[in-house]
């Protein structure tokens, strides 16, 4: 079992900036990917960046060249530095762990961007 714990969300103006962190726990080997998911209220649950073990990540077509991922094997961590904020960012943002291939969430984390 893997625990994940965000940290970093907040309120801030659009056109501001957050960074998001995320700390995983417990049985850590063999991870594989790590991200970040957000669900907007009456909404799915979203893919927003993704970053393999290697280092390649993905990122949703809505936050391409405003958001980035960055992960340190090290210390178990991931981040997402968020710039550039919009009002549609607001969501609750859900870290992501993928370990031999079993699903393993954060608690989420509340982003709201205000116009």
């Known amino acids: 079992q893997v625990q994940l714990v965000e940290s970093g969300g907040g309120l801030v103006q659009a056109g501001g900036s957050l960074r998001l962190s995320c700390a995983a726990s417990?049985?850590?080997?063999?991870?594989?990917?790590m991200g970040w998911y957000r669900q907007a209220p009456g909404k799915q649950r979203d893919l927003v960046a993704l970053?393999?073990?290697?280092?390649?990540?993905i990122y949703a077509d809505s936050v391409k060249g405003r958001f980035t991922i960055s992960r340190d094997n090290a210390k178990n961590t991931i981040s997402l530095q968020m710039n550039s904020l919009r009002p549609e960012d607001t969501a609750v943002y859900y870290c992501?762990?993928?370990?031999?291939?079993?699903?393993?969430w954060g608690q989420g984390t509340q982003v709201t961007v205000s116009s």
């Open positions: 992501y762990a993928d370990r031999w291939g079993n699903s393993n």
């Open positions: 417990g049985s850590i080997f063999s991870i594989n990917a």
């Open positions: 970053i393999r073990s290697g280092g390649r990540a």
